[in-house]
């Protein structure tokens, strides 16, 4: 079992840098990969951006490639988002979430029906 907490969300302006953390208690952290999707009002959840285990593959939305990175420390059992150069379209509830994984992709964690444990959710507003 992993409970998933997320932070660091708020309001921004345009072109300003957030970063989110999503901290993670249970065990065996580093077995699992982790991935971000986010959802704006009205629209359907949709993928961000996925880190393997070890934290040498990440895989990004277009929509984000180039803006948002995606990392991790095993040891602090965290995955970060930092978010920059932020737009008023990247607002939405950003949701951590996990799953066992059997290899070291990031790719296979970026459909949301694969993942095992969810975060509750962090708001980012973004302001034009």
């Known amino acids: 079992q992993v409970q998933l907490v997320e932070s660091g969300g708020g309001l921004a302006q345009a072109g300003d840098t957030l970063r989110l953390s999503c901290t993670a208690s249970g065990r065996s952290f580093s077995s699992y990969a982790m991935a971000w999707f986010r959802q704006a009002p009205g629209q359907e959840r949709e993928f961000v951006a996925s880190i393997s285990v070890s934290g040498a593959n990440t895989f990004y939305a277009d929509s984000v490639k180039d803006r948002f990175t995606n990392s991790r420390d095993n040891n602090k059992n965290v995955v970060y988002l930092q978010l920059n150069h932020l737009k008023f379209k990247d607002t939405a509830v950003y949701y951590c979430?996990?799953?066992?994984?059997?290899?070291?992709?990031?790719?296979?964690?970026?459909?949301?029906?694969?993942?095992?444990?969810w975060g509750v959710g962090t708001l980012v507003t973004v302001s034009s």
């Open positions: 979430a996990a799953n066992m994984a059997y290899n070291d992709y990031a790719r296979t964690s970026s459909v949301s029906s694969t993942m095992d444990y």
